[in-house]
């Protein structure tokens, strides 16, 4: 009787290739190696006070109290206070004068504060149409809308559809 063959496995091994059981260990030493680091960096805890002796509220030393400076200071804010209302009061007559266009005009504008000037609507109104003009300059030249009305008339057919740009119909060419 003839012993079996034995089979033998001659191709080369890939570079790279652990040895059986060699990643599982590497893995444990890893893990075994980071609880480590964290426990030596992880820093001291603040050691928790006894109970025995009750620290006492600590009391700052009250500030010292002086008169002159007290005084001091309120002359300072009231100085202040009038440095403001002086430099309001000029604002405010600064801009009476920019919007009455003159002391001849003042009384009139003080008579007519009341009404709302209609020249300012219709300044409001011209700004906005200039820039709707403006802004249509950069707007597409196409129009869709997915709209069903009356209007529009079912294109023939070979011919392509005409955009209009006003109503933003399609419609077929005539």
Same mark, same amino acid.
């Given at each position: 009787?003839?012993?079996?063959? =034995? ?23 890893? *893990? ?10 992880? %820093? ?11 620290? !006492? ?10 008169? !002159? ?9 009231? +100085? ?5 209302? =002086?430099?309001?009061?000029?604002? *405010? ?15 009139? =504008? ?8 209609? +020249?300012?609507? +219709? ?12 802004? /249509?300059?950069?707007? /597409? ?16 057919? %070979? +011919? ?7 109503? %933003? ?6």
């Amino acid at each position: 009787m003839t012993s079996p063959a =034995v089979i033998q496995d001659k191709a080369p091994k890939p570079p790279g290739l652990l040895p059986k059981n060699v990643q599982s260990w590497l893995l444990i030493s890893l *893990a075994v190696l980071m609880v480590l680091i964290m426990w030596l960096t992880g %820093g001291k805890k603040p050691p928790v006070p006894t109970r025995a002796a009750p620290s !006492a509220p600590a009391v700052q030393a009250p500030l010292e109290v002086n008169e !002159a400076k007290i005084v001091d200071l309120q002359s300072r804010i009231q +100085e202040l206070q009038r440095e403001q209302a =002086v430099a309001q009061n000029a604002l *405010a007559q600064q801009n009476r004068t920019l919007t009455s266009g003159g002391p001849d005009q003042q009384s009139v =504008v003080q008579s007519s504060a009341g009404s709302n000037p209609p +020249e300012r609507t +219709e300044d409001s109104i011209q700004a906005e149409r200039k820039k709707r003009e403006y802004l /249509s300059l950069f707007a /597409s030249n196409v129009a869709l809308t997915y709209r069903k009305s009356s209007a529009t008339v079912a294109p023939h057919e %070979g +011919e392509p559809p005409v955009f209009r740009r006003s109503r %933003g119909e399609c419609v077929a060419a005539r």
